[in-house]
């Protein structure tokens, strides 16, 4: 890395943390998962924020814990989970863009609302990115999470920024239930009872869950035959023989021989990313056309 490049040195780094971006392009050819942020929607948000690049990496928290501490000035923005943000032991009411110095020490605290934050840094962190991308993913990355005492390298600012403005960010539109679906290739294949059970009542989201799916705690009774292998991409939600509901997620495999009984849209994808293990949702059906 160049001797130009801020620091930033990771002093605590809660479980889970990874450095995202948009995801991958290519690679599905080999079998190589698309990766990247789980909620696109607060990713882009924070991003847009710094006039980032549309792959900028950014970090994804889905614990509290993380204690950062930089050794240039910068600006980054937060966007995702609602939590709490102190810069040098201070509390940071509306922590959407934040304006950082050399030496400042940034600590996130309790999540609130949302089960993901994303931390967007002005011109991204500088990472090698792989098939266009610099999310991690371990056997692309060498590494699937973050650690405590590792340095993250930016672009520094010459000084620290003055800002003009403090956007507010609201987490209003992941907090409904509904999450929104097209039928899946295998839809028609199920039961007119087993596809009332899955859009007249609400499920919950297991604590077996993360970024290569999240499992529903309710069971849906499945006497399909086997299906042959095809393609499945993040969003596809499947139905396993043991009749377990299963969403795949940014880091799922490109193929997969269960029933593919629905596929989420982009803007739900990002929605669910917010959910916590225990919560409930409910599937609205969308056209086709």
Not at 87 to 115: C, K, M, R, W, Y
Not at 232 to 239: K, N
Not at 248 to 270: C, F, K
Request: proline share 7%; hydrophobic share 40%.
């Amino acid at each position: 890395m160049s001797t130009n490049l801020g620091k930033a040195h990771l002093l605590r780094c809660p479980p889970g943390t990874s450095l995202q971006d948009g995801g991958r392009a290519l690679g599905a050819n080999y079998g190589i998962p698309r990766s990247g942020a789980m909620d696109l929607h607060s990713y882009h948000w924070a991003n847009h924020l710094l006039k980032n690049p549309s792959q900028a990496v950014a970090l994804e928290l889905v614990q509290p814990g993380l204690k950062i501490k930089f050794e240039a000035p910068c600006r980054i923005a937060l966007a995702g989970a609602t939590v709490a943000v102190t810069v040098n032991q201070v509390g940071i009411s509306n922590p959407s863009l934040i304006a950082l110095d050399t030496g400042d020490l940034l600590e996130i605290g309790a999540f609130h609302i949302g089960a993901r934050l994303y931390l967007c840094i002005e011109g991204g962190f500088q990472v090698e990115k792989y098939l266009g991308s610099g999310s991690d993913f371990v056997s692309i990355t060498g590494t699937a999470t973050r650690a405590t005492g590792e340095y993250l390298h930016y672009l520094p600012t010459h000084s620290k920024a003055v800002l003009q403005a403090k956007p507010k960010w609201s987490t209003d539109w992941f907090e409904p239930e509904t999450i929104q679906a097209y039928p899946g290739p295998d839809w028609a294949l199920l039961s007119a009872d087993q596809q009332r059970i899955l859009l007249d009542q609400p499920v919950h989201l297991s604590k077996l869950s993360n970024r290569m799916g999240i499992q529903l705690e309710e069971l849906v009774a499945n006497e399909l035959d086997d299906l042959p292998t095809n393609p499945v991409f993040p969003g596809t939600v499947q139905l396993t023989p043991g009749g377990k509901i299963i969403i795949l997620m940014r880091d799922a495999g490109v193929t997969g021989g269960y029933p593919r009984i629905l596929q989420l849209s982009e803007d739900a994808q990002s929605r669910l990313a917010q959910k916590k293990a225990g919560d409930s949702i409910r599937f609205q059906l969308l056209p086709t056309h």
